[in-house]
């Protein structure tokens, strides 16, 4: 039994905790604590997270899959473009130990919105009607991998999220504990 497959579902809510965590885990250790997660009730809009970091809202449609996945694109929501900062993260992931990274991106800087949706092709629906004809999903676009930018770890997600560029905050725990090093 392929466990990807059938419990996709499961992996996927999964691979969404722990990239929270992550990110979490991050901006703790980096010293930022102002930081809010929102999950809308109704996936319409197009994101599936919205992440407030020190006023900078994000919001963010999640993809996963595996490392060894062949999938070469994905199907985001016209609707994501209207949203303040809107983004695409692809999560890839060792599908044994479900360690994160890396991570695909498409967005616009922190503030900006997402560009170019409008001119990506309009997907289809996936089963087709009596005579097999499958019509167009209007609002659904396919944006291909090659159009993703691979950012190989978290503390490169977090630049592109929310701008935090301070390269000289330290990654280990002193001592004395944490400190604040950076804000968003």
């Not at 999950?39 to 994101?47: A, L, M």
């Not at 070469?72 to 890839?92: A, D, E, F, R, T």
């Not at 499958?134 to 691979?150: D, G, S, V």
Request: charged letters at 25%; aromatic letters at 10%; one cysteine or more.
């Amino acid at each position: 039994m392929d466990y990807n497959t059938e419990k996709s579902s499961y992996r996927e809510k999964l691979i969404e905790h722990l990239f929270v965590g992550e990110l979490l885990r991050r901006l703790w250790q980096k010293g930022i604590y102002d930081v809010e997660f929102i999950h809308p009730e109704v996936d319409q809009s197009g994101y599936d997270l919205v992440v407030d970091c020190n006023s900078i809202f994000r919001h963010i449609q999640l993809k996963s899959s595996h490392q060894d996945a062949k999938v070469q694109n994905q199907k985001i929501n016209i609707q994501l473009s209207k949203k303040p900062s809107g983004c695409v993260v692809w999560i890839q992931f060792n599908p044994k130990t479900l360690e994160l990274g890396p991570y695909l991106w498409y967005g616009s800087e922190p503030g900006k919105p997402l560009y170019g949706i409008e001119q990506l092709p309009v997907a289809k629906q996936t089963r087709g009607n009596s005579t097999g004809y499958k019509a167009e999903r209007q609002n659904i676009h396919i944006l291909k991998k090659k159009e993703f930018q691979k950012i190989p770890n978290i503390d490169e997600l977090l630049k592109k999220l929310f701008g935090i560029i301070d390269s000289s905050v330290q990654n280990d725990v002193s001592k004395n504990g944490l400190q604040e090093k950076t804000k968003c």
